[in-house]
């Protein structure tokens, strides 16, 4: 029998056992097992693998970074020629050697000769040795001027950033003050008014220059940590206001000020050694530190021997280089927006 019509050429209405697009509705059916069963397959994936931190992530990027890898190769040899000083130097750094200073004259210094690879220095001492212990004393100003002023600045930002208000209007305007004087000339000041200058001066100086860089950051970060949704949902269980400036705030904002001491010990390096090569450093010149020996021998001797000037001004550009690369590689691999 044929399908009955209900004028010339129209079909029959369909019958209310009759379902519509019941091909199609299979195919889609199919195609959404197939999404939820891959769905299921990267979560149990991710699942076994764990997720990845922001630490983790951000060292896995300093691996591939050639930058990186050049810096932390800098300051690692810088760090092993410091501790083991006694080892590597051949002589000893403040000896005078008669068959060095039997050449010195008003118009020589001694250059390379058998057992002293670098020559002399302008009292007859081993330039090469000097220069391997001169990265003890240059490694121990910076990394305790960093310390003391990352300490200061973390105190400072930590208060003005949890408290606000009036507390943060006082110790910003002191801040803004010190950040005015550039950061040498204030050091030369802080050094010009003790009352004698030693190796401690030199550190002091150099803290509190970096004091206000490491305020502002965290004060900075600790702001912005204030208004995020994991505090707000803390005070809103009524966590203590302390608890949540040291446990909440405090560690989120820490990163950025480290990655900042990173940078910070390159300018400590050279701003102590600035201050040696005025003359402003530790007075006792047997000590062998690359400032000093930059201001001593380089300066009066240049003419002479210009390698006296050369090697400790090398010596702190690629040191200060190391801590650089590190420290800018470090930021990039942290900062959210390169996350892949």
């Known amino acids: 029998m044929t399908e009955p019509t209900t004028q010339a050429g129209t079909p029959a209405p369909r019958r209310k056992d009759e379902r519509p697009g019941r091909a199609g509705g299979a195919s889609l059916n199919r195609l959404g ?25 951000a060292l896995r990027r300093l691996r591939r ?76 100003v910076g990394v305790l001027a960093t310390l003391i002023g990352l300490a200061i600045g973390v105190l400072l930002g930590a208060i ?38 030693s190796q401690w001066t030199v550190i002091l100086a150099v803290a509190i220059v970096s004091v206000p860089v490491f305020a502002r950051l965290l004060r900075g970060s600790m702001l912005a940590q204030r208004e995020s949704d994991h505090v707000l949902a803390a005070r809103a269980l009524g966590v203590k206001e302390h608890n949540i400036v040291l446990r909440h705030m405090l560690p989120n904002a820490m990163t950025a000020v480290i990655v900042q001491a990173t940078l910070t010990l390159s300018v400590a390096i050279i701003e102590a050694a600035s201050l040696s090569f005025l003359g402003l450093g530790d007075p006792n010149r047997d000590r062998a530190e690359w400032g000093a020996m930059l201001g001593d021998a380089g300066v009066r001797y240049f ?18 280089l190391g801590f650089t690369l590190l420290g800018e590689a470090m930021r990039e691999a942290i900062d959210p927006k390169n996350r892949r």
Do not use: C
């Not at 097992?33 to 992530?57: I, N, T, Y």
């Not at 003419?303 to 040191?319: C, D, F, M, Q, T």
């Open 33 to 57: 097992d197939r999404k939820k069963a891959r769905l299921e397959e990267l979560a149990q994936a991710s699942a076994g693998k764990g997720g990845v931190s922001l630490f983790r992530d």
């Open 65 to 140: 970074n050639p930058a990186a890898i050049v810096g932390a190769t800098i300051i690692a040899l810088f760090v092993l020629v410091a501790i083991f000083a006694p080892l590597i130097a051949p002589h000893d750094p403040v000896q005078r050697f008669d068959e060095l200073t039997s050449q010195l004259a008003a118009d020589h210094i001694p250059g390379a000769t058998d057992g002293f690879p670098l020559g002399s220095d302008e009292l007859g001492r081993d330039l090469l040795s000097r220069l391997i212990y001169g990265s003890r004393q240059t490694l121990f």
């Open 160 to 197: 003005a950033g949890a408290f606000g208000g009036w507390v943060d209007n006082i110790l910003m305007r002191v801040t803004d003050v010190m950040l005015a004087l550039p950061a040498l000339l204030l050091a030369i000041t802080l050094v010009a008014l003790a009352s004698k200058s």
């Open 303 to 320: 003419e002479v021997r210009p390698e006296l000037a050369y090697y400790p001004a090398l010596a702190i550009i690629i040191v200060a």
